[in-house]
């Protein structure tokens, strides 16, 4: 009886001892519902003089969730080249980083909502009350009838040209509001020994192209290209290349030499005149080069698209499968965060998607680009991935070369109309 | 008897692991790959978990070849061609040319081998990046005569439009038929000495009317192209090669000075007792018998030539029709555009040409090995 005693003490102290050890444990367990843990792997470009700005972001999102371990992952290269092929072996090895940045519109839904590997954010969206922020043209760019696919963190202006006003009163000519203008004035500029438009790689010629063909073309039949509702070899599209075709006779030849960064040198230097890049170019000027905006350095919207803002944006999505679907949520929540967004976008040199965003973080370039965002007629890049899908723009790329050879403008066009076939434009 | 297929079974299971592996990793890709090449996996949709995708058939070949937006690939092919056959060129000539001034055992002649050795051991990136700089328009080389107060040079090494030894994509048939002719009369004129009656009848004849045949009747053979497309070789891969040039003619000298190293003392002394100068040692003596060394550099530099991409790519980046090559565009096709079916078909007609080059090595190498 009393062996049978000494049994049960034993099995009652033993049944206790795990009773308080699952207490123990339940407790911290149901405190830390809200408490996230784990990791996070931001997967992005953002390498250079972009790094501080997202560092400035991790920091929110650090304080915000100190248990959260953020592993910051990028791979450098202009645009994204080199990261989204790393990140295409990533989603194909089903490991996919719990957020990457993304061109926002056709780039990131020709290849990654196409072939249903993202998460639906419309319910963050609403949660947050973040339709009533930005801006509905915008929202109906990055989302399909399917739902809204990323958070735009950025704004970038496509159709801009710049210059240095001292210098065009050094050489007694205006900025041109038109291309007629520019072949005005532009002669003048050669016989002084200036070029009148640097250029830079491939890339900055598609970029030129797109604010060409923006004028050309008008922003409704801009829109109808991508739609499919005009072709590009109609008569229109021709024209767009015809008129490229011209501007280029006005260019550098070393260009496939150059960086974008060393086409703006020529314009700082006085090499050359005007040059016609993305609102990057502000920031390298006013954060690199410590210029003023507006006064050691100006700007005007590409000629002929005065009234259009050709936008893109780089936005964080969310795919399917992450290990930390929660963590990936909660970084999402501090992109499209107010202080989030007016964090990140005075350092990295654009402007927020936000409608109330606090312009006074901003430099006077970007308050400008922000009235105009506000109020001019919004259109996609095609050179930055709003407008079309990888096949069209990895294909375009390669048109361009051979229309940078032959200077064929209706062969180019054609080609082009191929390209939309079998990019399913 | 026994002992022997003893040996053969245990010989068979060391080797089963290596033959299965190779089985799957490397043949069983290329058969993956060569299966991708023939369907339609590509576009939107093409990264998704099951993809879908189409038996085409040569359809992707014919879009290379033929197609409106093959343009660029067949620039590339030409421009890999003109590449390759400079390369080679350029390497093992001056490869064997600095091989030949260090067998004569000049002083230092261990720190200059060190030197001529080391570009080797870099990365293609590397010295890319290095000579990328060096070639830049406004800087490097260009620079150069400034030191001397000279005018600075403004020739654009990687990014000069020119182009030289067009030729249009149209008259391809014509123009191989030509090259095959050429390396036919070429052959006969090389053995005229040893065997004439042969080199004339099997290929200085044939060689001549096929070459006339193919200029007084190239109207009549089929167009390779609807349209007119000139290619050519351009001169801003003049930069390119000679970067790889640089960097691979160590490599040519250190397999020519461990064959010359390899020619025994008396052959030379012989060849001098007989009165032969130092040119006529090397050229009757010496190089003769490194005739399987040059054999050996010129399959791996021209396979090395083939699959060349990462110095291109930190030279002239992406997007570079100038310079372009195609296992650039295959990168760019398969993983930028996301056309994986293209891609692979790049792929493989880059292993067919390299195929076209290692395969006859290959099999004379297996013949010499079954005659001993």
């Keep these: ?425 | 008897m026994r002992e022997a297929s003893r040996d053969r079974l245990k010989a068979f299971l060391t080797l089963l692991p290596s033959i299965i592996l190779i089985g799957v990793f490397v043949y069983g890709f290329i058969g993956e790959t060569i299966w991708t090449s023939m369907t339609d996996w590509g576009g939107s949709g093409s990264l998704s978990l099951t993809p879908e995708k189409n038996f085409v058939g040569l359809a992707n070949y014919d879009e290379l070849f033929t197609g409106f937006l093959g343009g660029g690939f067949r620039q590339d092919l030409v421009n890999a061609v003109y590449y390759s056959v400079l390369l080679l060129l350029g390497a093992v000539g001056l490869g064997l040319f600095i091989a030949i001034l260090l067998d004569r055992k000049p002083k230092g002649e261990d720190v200059l081998r060190t030197i001529f050795l080391f570009p080797m051991s870099l990365s293609f990136i590397v010295s890319g990046t290095i000579w990328r700089w060096l070639l830049a328009p406004q800087g490097g080389l260009n620079v150069l005569p400034t030191y001397v107060g000279m005018e600075p040079l403004s020739y654009q090494w990687l990014s000069s439009t020119a182009a030289i030894l067009e030729f249009n994509w149209q008259n391809l048939f014509q123009i191989l038929i030509y090259v095959a002719s050429f390396v036919m009369i070429l052959t006969g004129l090389w053995m005229l000495k040893s065997n004439s009656r042969r080199a004339v009848e099997l290929w200085l004849i044939p060689g001549i009317v096929l070459g006339a045949g193919a200029w007084l009747f190239g109207g009549l053979l089929p167009e390779a192209l609807f349209m007119e497309e000139m290619h050519g070789f351009n001169m801003a891969t003049l930069g390119i090669i000679m970067a790889t040039v640089w960097q691979y003619s160590g490599y040519t000298m250190a397999l020519y000075l461990a064959g010359f190293n390899g020619i025994s003392q008396d052959l030379r002394d012989a060849a001098m007792l007989d009165g032969a100068s130092e040119v006529g040692y090397y050229r009757h003596v010496a190089i003769p018998m490194l005739k399987p060394i040059t054999i050996s550099a010129v399959i791996i530099l021209s396979h090395i030539s083939l699959k060349m991409f990462d110095l291109i790519f930190a030279m002239t980046g992406p997007d570079n029709a100038e310079t372009g090559h195609p296992a650039l565009t295959m990168y760019l096709t398969t993983f930028r555009a996301n056309d994986f079916a293209q891609g692979a078909a790049i792929a493989i007609v880059l292993f067919l040409i390299a195929a076209l080059f290692i395969v006859p090595y290959l099999v004379s190498q297996y013949r010499q090995r079954g005659r001993h």
């Excluded at chain 1, 001892?17 to 123990?24: E, F, G, P, Q, Y």
């Excluded at chain 1, 070899?233 to 290349?241: K, L, V």
């Design chain 1, 1 to 425: 009886m009393k062996f049978l005693g000494g049994i049960m003490k034993k099995a009652l102290a033993k049944v206790l001892i795990v009773m308080v050890a699952a207490l123990m444990l339940s407790v911290p367990l149901t405190a830390q519902a809200k408490e996230l843990t784990g990791e996070l792997e931001i997967f992005s470009w953002w390498a250079g003089d972009e790094g501080p700005a997202l560092q400035a972001l991790i920091d929110i999102y650090k304080t915000q969730n100190p248990g959260v371990k953020v592993i910051n992952a990028r791979v450098t290269g202009g645009s994204g080249v080199n990261a989204r092929a790393v990140l295409k072996t990533r989603m194909l090895g089903g490991e996919p980083p719990e957020s990457f940045q993304v061109h926002a519109g056709q780039e990131l839904i020709g290849t990654w909502v196409k072939s249903d590997r993202m998460e639906d954010l419309t319910p963050l969206f609403t949660e947050m009350g973040w339709t009533e922020v930005f801006p509905e043209g915008l929202i109906k760019l990055i989302g399909t009838d399917k739902g809204i696919w990323s958070v735009p963190v950025t704004i970038h202006r496509s159709n801009v040209m710049w210059y240095i006003p001292a210098n065009l009163k050094k050489w007694g000519v205006e900025a041109p509001k038109t291309w007629d203008d520019f072949f005005a004035i532009a002669p003048k500029l050669k016989a002084a020994g200036v070029m009148p438009l640097s250029i830079a790689e491939n890339w900055t010629i598609n970029h030129l192209w797109e604010s060409v063909a923006l004028d050309s073309l008008g922003a409704d039949n801009w829109d109808a290209l991508w739609s499919g509702k005009l072709k590009f070899d109609s008569p229109e599209g021709i024209e767009a290349w015809a008129l490229l075709g011209k501007i280029l006779e006005y260019t550098n030849s070393d260009a496939s030499s150059l960086s974008w960064q060393q086409a703006t040198d020529m314009v700082i230097d006085g090499r050359a005149a005007f040059n016609v890049m993305g609102d990057w170019a502000a920031g390298y000027m006013f954060t690199t080069k410590k210029m003023a905006p507006g006064k050691d350095f100006g700007w005007i919207a590409s000629p002929g698209t005065g009234g259009d803002f050709m936008f893109l944006a780089d936005s964080f999505g969310l795919p399917k499968g992450v290990k930390n679907r929660d963590n990936a949520i909660a970084w999402l929540k501090v992109l499209g965060s107010k202080e989030g967004s007016d964090t990140f976008n005075p350092i990295k040199g654009s402007i927020s998607a936000r409608t109330d965003t606090d312009l006074s973080k901003y430099n006077d370039y970007l308050k400008s680009a922000a009235a105009d965002f506000g109020k001019d007629r919004v259109v996609g890049s095609l050179a930055h991935g709003v407008a079309a899908n990888e096949t069209f723009t990895g294909g375009f790329s390669s048109i361009m070369e051979m229309f940078l050879k032959s200077r064929n403008a209706e062969f180019a066009a054609k080609a082009c109309q191929q390209l939309a076939n079998k990019a399913g434009i």
